[in-house]
């Protein structure tokens, strides 16, 4: 990826800098830089600092803290698409004798485990890793403190137990395979476990007075796949656009597109606030927006990646501050600058290659029951189905080669759709997970449920 700042009119560019010099200023951040990403490249880059004549650029690295997990999550994803694991696994049957092992990978990586949100002992991320050299220091005596499944919890220990099961599959330590995998891949050279100059210092603000103090710089060891991570505003917007579009090399885009799925079950304050987990990804709609990505921090520094696939634009935002400007905040606005100052430009309408006159057959008007909806061939070759009005079940359909479709989203996710043809060969109405849809509502000429009357409708009188 190149950084090409001209792509962004001025007065964008001119609202991003003021965007992040307000978090700058307000926060009181030693440093804080940003980068902006849109169609799979850096278009924007912007810093602001205390130290006269000297603004970082997307080349100096910042601990990233818990983006780490997101990198983590992609490693496990590429050993279940290689078939060496099922999401649907219990941890106990790859990584024995943790203490944790009813809990499936799925759940593990959308936090959904039931384990502890920390390691217990002092304070982590301000103590050496060498304190914790096993999972069971990172663990405990008894990791789990909620029902299994249950509810969203987020947990370091968590994706430690994740990392430890990526070095136990490939029989690498996980930083080896976090480089081989996924940083050489993509071209991330400037992400590593450990600092490489040029680096940022990490620092803690007093709250009431403008004052610093440095905070301590430690290896996390075990708890390395939770949060250990160096990066650059540069190698990040490249992982954004990876996350966007997925990379045969890493990822397909489908199982980046599984990892943006939701999967944990929200909290009553996360359905207020619209923010809900996937796999590796945090969830949330602002301002009608949907955006994925992940937040981090650790003493001394804080990190945020937001992307809206929808917008085509992804933001990153890191400072060297252990508290201080609210990042995700600051992506959030970044990537609305850019998409309501220079919305998408979609690409020319064009007719399919080809039309198979059996498909085109079932595009049109249906009815379930009463309701109206509409089913229509899309340009990547799926089936949407919708409500022609106001709100009701939507889904697209994928062809299973057969003539049957099954649901991708929604109410009909994974519930098959068949076309039923008479004995002429004639469509007669299509079966959606035993909902009957007919081009008349209530075809009499269809075999509808608990049958029609056969006097058909009629008035009050």
């Keep these: 990826m190149t950084s090409s700042q001209e792509e962004l009119l001025p007065g964008t560019r001119r609202a991003l800098l003021h965007r992040i010099a307000v978090a700058q200023a307000e926060g009181r951040a030693p440093s804080l830089v ?30 990233i803290g818990s983006i780490t997990k997101t990198f983590t999550a992609v490693l496990v994803m590429r050993l279940r698409d290689e078939g060496l694991l099922d999401l649907g696994d219990p941890l106990e049957k790859h990584l024995p004798g943790t203490g944790a092992g009813e809990a499936t990978i799925a759940e593990l990586l959308a936090h959904t485990a039931g384990l502890a949100a920390e390691s217990p002992g ?8 060498t304190l914790r050299p096993e999972l069971s220091d990172v663990l405990g005596e008894q990791p789990l403190l909620h029902p299994i499944g249950r509810r969203h919890h987020y947990s370091n220990p968590g994706y430690t137990v994740l990392g430890a099961l990526v070095a136990e599959l490939r029989g690498d330590p996980w930083e080896e395979v976090l480089r081989s995998e996924i940083l050489e891949p993509l071209g991330l050279h400037r992400t590593s476990a450990q600092p490489q100059a040029p ?3 990490g620092w803690a603000v007093h709250p009431w007075a403008d004052a610093m103090l440095p905070e301590p710089l430690e290896d996390l060891g075990r708890m390395a796949p939770a949060g250990q991570l160096w ?17 045969d090399r890493v990822l397909s885009a489908a199982s980046v597109r599984e990892m943006r799925t939701p999967a944990a079950p929200a909290e009553a304050a996360d359905v207020l606030d619209g923010a809900t987990y996937g796999l590796g990804l945090q969830i949330q709609r602002r301002d009608g927006r949907l955006l ?8 001394g520094f804080l990190a945020n990646l937001t992307l ?18 609210l990042l995700g905040a600051v992506g959030a606005d970044l990537v609305r600058i850019v998409a309501e100052a220079e919305p998408r430009i979609p690409e020319p309408w064009r007719p399919l290659p080809e039309v198979d006159p059996v498909v085109l057959e079932l595009a049109g008007q249906w009815y379930w029951g009463t309701n109206a909806f509409g089913l229509r061939v899309t340009a990547d070759g799926l089936l949407a189905l919708g409500p022609l009005t ?3 079940r939507r889904s697209r359909f994928r062809s299973n080669g057969d003539g049957s479709w099954t649901g991708l989203e929604g109410y009909f996710a994974g519930e098959l759709l068949q076309p039923v043809r008479r004995t002429d060969g004639s469509l007669s109405h299509l079966d959606l997970g035993s909902f009957v849809f007919t ?10 449920p608990g049958g029609v009357d056969p006097e058909g409708w009629r008035g009050i009188g």
């Design 439 to 448: 081009r008349q509502p209530y075809d009499p000429e269809a075999p509808v």
């Design 292 to 299: 994925v990505g992940h937040s981090g921090s650790l003493p």
């Design 390 to 392: 106001g709100s009701g």
């Design 34 to 63: 940003a980068a902006v990403a849109r169609g799979g490249q850096a278009v924007w880059h912007g810093a602001r600092t205390s130290v006269d004549g000297h603004g970082p650029d997307e080349n100096v690295q910042y601990r």
């Design 231 to 247: 990066s650059t505003t540069g190698d990040l917007a490249r992982f954004a656009a990876f996350l966007a579009a997925g990379d």
């Design 199 to 201: 680096h940022a210092g």
């Design 308 to 325: 809206s696939v929808e917008d085509d634009v992804a933001a990153v935002v890191l400072a060297n501050c252990t508290s201080g400007p």
């Design 122 to 129: 002092p304070w982590w991320e301000r103590t050496p890793g």
